[in-house]
C-alpha cells in the first residue's frame, strides 16, 4: 500500500493542539481541509484515550465552511437531515447521502469530461433528471411520516399510491431503486 493511500494520522494532545505524525508539526483545521480537499483521507485520533476524533473534526469543519457563507448544504437538507435522527428511517440514511455522493462523484468525472462541448454540465449530464426523481421518491418514502414534511414551498408531486404496510418491504423497494439506478448510471 502506498503512503498516500494510508489515512493521514494526525492526533490530538490534551492541550487540543493537531499533530501530523508525518511531517512531525501541529496542524489547524483549515490545514486538515486542505488535505481532504486534496483528496486525502485523514484519520484524527485522541492520544490519551486512542478515541477516533476524525468525524467530530470533519463536522466542526463543515459548519465553520458553513457559518463562514460557503453555503453547500440548504436549510432544508438540513433540516432533513435532524429530522432523519427522529426516524426509524436513520439507518437509511447514510448509505442514501453516500450512493447519492458515489453518483455524483462519478457524474462529476463525466462532467470534467464533457466540459468544454456542454454549454450547461449539470442539467445536460445523462441520468441527472432521474437521479432527482429518485432522491425525491426516496426523501417522499423517508420523510413522509413525519410533520412539517414536505416543506412548505416544496414542489408537489403527482400523488404516490399507499404505502405497503411492511416497512422492510418499502426499504428493499428503495434499494431496488437505487440499484436500478446505479446500473444506468453506471453505463452511461
Known sequence: MS?????????????????????????????ISGFVRAGRE??????KSG???TRQYLLQ?????????????????????VRS?????????PQFLQASFDMLREGQT???????????????????????????MFMKGLMGGVPGWPLPGAAKAEPTPE????PTDELAEIKRQFAELQMKLSKL
Open 42 to 47: 485523514v484519520q484524527i485520533i485522541d492520544l
Open 110 to 136: 463525466k462532467i470534467t469530461e464533457n466540459l468544454n462541448v456542454i454549454p450547461n454540465p449539470l442539467a445536460a449530464m445523462p441520468g441527472f433528471e432521474a437521479m432527482r426523481k429518485q432522491q425525491e
Open 163 to 166: 404505502p405497503a404496510a411492511d
Open 61 to 81: 469543519i463543515v459548519a465553520e465552511h458553513e457559518s463562514k457563507g460557503d453555503t453547500v448544504l440548504p436549510t432544508n437538507v438540513l433540516t432533513d437531515l
Open 51 to 53: 478515541d477516533d476524533l
Open 3 to 31: 503512503e498516500t493511500a494510508k489515512p493521514l494520522l494526525i492526533k490530538r494532545y490534551a492541550s487540543r493542539r493537531l499533530y501530523n505524525t508525518e511531517t512531525s508539526d501541529y496542524v489547524t483545521l483549515e490545514d
Open 85 to 93: 435522527y427522529a426516524t426509524n428511517m436513520q439507518s437509511v440514511v
